[in-house]
């Protein structure tokens, strides 16, 4: 009985540290890619409409990477929290901030290709930087704004060994009422959390891209089979880095009368946070991949090869959409063709 449990708990301890090492190493990788794209896209591109969806899809990325030291740490202490109350509620706020700007970007550019494909009139016409711009920064609000509860409900606790302090989410505020709902608000924020953050804008990418790909197979505007392997990884990619951590979140609320074991949920959670890790840090590496002429352009500087690289996606994809589309002015058609970049999400999460 005793080795059982003593199994258990090294186990738990390994995976923890498997986990903890996973994270430094999308650091390393994740701060130097994310750096050189997020460099690339505002100095080294011609401004335009895609380069802004994709400047503020990568920068979350970025503020992910920064934090995952403390993660680490995390992970390698679990349960005990070593870094304060202020970080604990500063942290996980900038966690799920981080989690809904990027599941908002992902939504914003699936949209943005729809009403170009479907609407394209419509979209020359209404469509600019500046509106761009403004939707960027709306996105950031709500993402502030959705995850700002965690500034309220995440606190410390010294637990009765008076050693071990753990960062939770403690919904029983001062006063009867709260009191008494404090069950019902978590399944609020749950619900919340889980409809905006994951069903919701899943359905929408899903339907935008399912709906393109159709068009353009009915129309065949595309002689060759790249823009549905981009499509695919976009859904695909969405679904496999952000379902798993839900899984863990909504296994962990229901699990009051230890119906999961232990052991299983930490093994999810680890799980579910390397998956996040690598899609928020190694997303970059895959458009190198896609890209042609791999080993001829490894040949060119580094930001060279970042910048041929969105080049080359965006006119990949775009020419498709360009083709099934009502014929543009030259102007318009010229503009729109220089220095924009399509997103290609990869997994491995969009992290909250």
Known sequence: MNTTTGMTYTSIKAGNLLSAVALLVSLLFGLVLNTLYLWVLRFRMRKSINTTWFFHLILPNFVFTITMPFLAAYMIMLPHWIFGSF?????????????????????VISLDRY???????????HMNNS??????????????????????FRQTHLLEDNKTTICYNNYTISGSIWQESKIQLRWVMFSFHLLLGFLLPFAVITVCYVRIALRMKKGNLVRSSKPYKIIFITVASFFISWFPYHLWYGMRMTNEEGRFHKTTLSILMAFSTCLICINYCFTPLFYLFIAKNFKKSLRKSILLLIESVFNETLNSLNRSFEDKSYAPSSSAATERNQGEAIHVPVAFSDIK
Request: contains cysteine; proline residues 4%; glycine residues 4%.
């Open 87 to 107: 970080l604990c509620k500063c942290l996980n706020s900038l966690f799920s901030v981080c989690m809904y700007a990027s599941v908002f970007f992902l939504t």
């Open 115 to 125: 009403s170009l494909v479907f609407h394209p009139v419509w979209y020359r016409g």
């Open 131 to 152: 509106y761009a711009s403004a939707i960027c920064i709306s996105l950031w609000g709500l993402a502030i704004l959705f995850s700002s509860p965690y500034l309220v």
